[in-house]
T-cell receptor
Framework: SAVISQKPSRDICQRGTSLTIQCQVD?????MFWYRQQPGQSLTLIAT?????????ESGFVIDKFPISRPNLTFSTLTVSNMSPEDSSIYLC???????????FGSGTQLSVL | GDSVTQMEGPVTLSEEAFLTINCTYT??????LFWYVQYPGEGLQLLLK?????DKGSNKGFEATYRKETTSFHLEKGSVQVSDSAVYFC???????????FGTGTSLTVIP
């Protein structure tokens, strides 16, 4: 199993600013994932972050808007840049403990952009 | 492409009622199937899973059977409790790659 600490748990931000979300795992994991959960919608994968390489972004998400760091096997950050109200969402960090085993999720960051 | 479709909510049931949340999927190959639950104020956590056809996943009184012929993975519980109030997500994962696909979630409220 894996315990994931994610912070901040929520934030209210002004348009045009940036927010960095941190994700700490209690064990070493190869792959970390960042998801977005918009109100009333499903989880959407933003990117996959591997330690030592650039993150792999899904269609519709770009590095300039969502830069990701993965400095070691237990930590990652996601930055939401130049925010607009459309970025208001819950952002979730997750890890997979084994191939197609299961995902563990952090408790999420509730972001509201004014 | 791969996708998951699940029953829209919200669903409101009385305590001890029978619960079914429908989930169907579209996928190439033989995906693994999951149900995740998100309790109020918490992150998603795995409820149960099944990795091949006819497998039954079960946990906390919940069950779901992997039906390849109907491409379904419906979640059932015989007698719900107030503590089961949460949002339930159906998901699939391909056997190759690491992409998980989630349904839109079904909110369940159980009233005493």
């Amino acid at each position: 199993s894996a315990v994931i600490s994610q912070k901040p748990s929520r934030d209210i931000c002004q348009r045009g600013t940036s927010l960095t979300i941190q994700c700490q795992v209690d064990s070493q994991v190869t792959m970390m994932f960042w998801y977005r959960q918009q109100p009333g919608q499903s989880l959407t994968l933003i990117a996959t972050a591997n330690q030592g390489s650039e993150a792999t972004y899904e269609s519709g998400f770009v590095i300039d808007k969502f830069p990701i760091s993965r400095p070691n096997l237990t930590f990652s950050t996601l930055t939401v840049s130049n925010m607009s109200p459309e970025d208001s969402s819950i952002y979730l960090c997750s890890v997979e403990t084994g191939r197609n085993e299961k995902l563990f999720f952090g408790s999420g960051t509730q972001l509201s952009v004014l | 492409g791969d996708s998951v479709t699940q029953m829209e909510g919200p669903v409101t049931l009385s305590e001890e009622a029978f619960l079914t949340i429908n989930c169907t999927y579209t996928a190439t190959g033989y995906p693994s199937l999951f149900w995740y639950v998100q309790y109020p104020g918490e992150g998603l956590q795995l409820l149960l899973k099944a990795t091949k056809a006819d497998d039954k996943g079960s946990n906390k009184g919940f069950e779901a059977t992997y039906r390849k012929e109907t491409t379904s993975f419906h979640l059932e519980k015989g007698s719900v409790q107030v503590s089961d109030s949460a949002v339930y997500f159906c998901a699939l994962s391909r056997t190759t790659g690491n992409q998980f696909y989630f349904g839109t979630g079904t909110s369940l409220t159980v009233i005493p």
